[in-house]
């Protein structure tokens, strides 16, 4: 049973005042600043950046590109549109506000500059989502939701562990990989120093929504692990679900209420997943512009020539911009604004625009 989406009139109220939320474990004075410090880092590179573009100085700038610089990309199988174009004026801008912000947050004193900074939690984290290839000398971050099953797909293929890329069969994300955490510390350096780093970025709320979808609409383990306990504690009278009827409400208040730390992979912030202050990424490309931002990876990479991005699977159900309009707009606004702070780091560092929510918006 795919869960229903809340109506108007139908959002449950929050949970009463005396509900605390969950709290960061442990007394370290770090953990409880760290936050602060970010946020403090966010907003001075937004203001730095707003004043480079009212001063013209963002175009002279040439930052190391995260990503194809114009007349970089050379397709592959013919992915993507027009509107894909390298050269596109609003894409240049995107990639240099991406390249500002990031060495402006992470350039903050307080930020990590290795993984060996991070505490074990966390570094134990983007070790497990960094899939390695030895043979081609590089190394991917896979992020749940932004087409990571396909990047996986894909490593396997070069590692020959899969004949094809259009092999249908259930992806098994474990077997045929290697991942950079089960590797020793002096094998983790050098290829943190020396191999090609990237990732691939989606808008946040567009990702949750995604995640939301696929798990408690379509995936029993979750309705089960997650779902019954997410209903049960959200909903007055609500122990009898199976877990399959989760509303998006509740999804957002148990995301409130869970340490961004101990999340669930799939709904993790992409900050904590792959921590791009404590690894120097080489390139970031976004799930808006799969096909070419993937198509100059594999050149970049040097892989064979025959391995092209898999297309689409005809089963997967995309979250358009209408579906993201209708749910969030039938979605109190408090539950949005208070969990944008939950995933300001993945907002502000890849430049991605806060949510319309407004009244004028949602009527449209």
Avoid at 40 to 57: C, D, P, Q, R, Y
Avoid at 300 to 305: G, M
Wanted: glycine share 8%.
């Amino acid at each position: 049973m795919f869960p229903r989406p809340p109506f108007p009139g139908e959002v449950r109220r929050a949970a009463a005042s005396g509900r605390s939320r969950s709290r960061p474990r442990g007394g370290g004075g770090g953990t409880v600043l760290l936050p602060s410090m970010l946020m403090f880092g966010v907003i001075l590179a937004s203001s730095g950046l707003l004043l480079m573009i009212e001063k013209g100085i963002l175009a002279e700038v040439k930052p190391p590109p995260l990503h194809p610089a114009a007349g970089e990309l050379s397709r592959r199988g013919g992915g993507g549109g027009g509107g894909e174009a390298a050269g596109d004026l609003d894409y240049e801008v995107l990639r240099d506000i991406r390249n500002r912000t990031i060495r402006a947050v992470c350039g903050q004193r307080a930020m990590p500059r290795s993984v060996w900074e991070l505490p074990a939690g966390q570094r134990r984290t983007v070790l497990r989502h960094l899939l390695v290839s030895d043979k081609y000398r590089f190394l991917y971050c896979y992020v749940p939701k932004v087409a990571c099953s396909n990047w996986k797909r894909i490593l396997k293929v070069l590692d020959g562990a899969l004949e094809s890329v259009d092999v249908k069969l259930k992806m098994d994300h474990k077997s045929d990989l290697v991942f950079l955490g089960d590797m020793k510390p002096d094998e983790i350096s050098y290829r943190l120093k020396n191999y090609y780093k990237f990732i691939f970025v989606r808008n946040p709320m567009e990702r949750l929504l995604s995640a939301y979808r696929n798990k408690f609409g379509e995936i029993k383990e979750y309705q089960q692990k997650y779902g019954v306990e997410i209903v049960r504690r959200y909903r007055k009278n609500g122990g009898s679900s199976a877990g399959d009827d989760v509303t998006f409400s509740e999804f957002l208040r148990y995301l409130l209420d869970e340490e961004a730390e101990r999340m669930n992979e799939h709904w993790m912030p992409i900050y904590n997943l792959c921590q791009p202050c404590a690894v120097r990424y080489d390139f970031i490309g976004s799930y808006e512009r799969l096909n070419a931002d993937a198509d100059y990876v594999l050149e970049r990479v040097q892989s064979p020539s025959f391995i092209r991005f898999p297309e689409r699977q005809s089963w997967y159900k995309p979250v358009t911009a209408e579906t993201l309009h209708y749910y969030l707009c039938n979605t109190q606004r408090r539950l949005i604004k208070e969990l944008l702070t939950k995933y300001i780091l993945d907002f502000s560092l890849f430049a991605y625009p806060l949510p319309n929510i407004t009244s004028e918006f949602c009527r449209q």
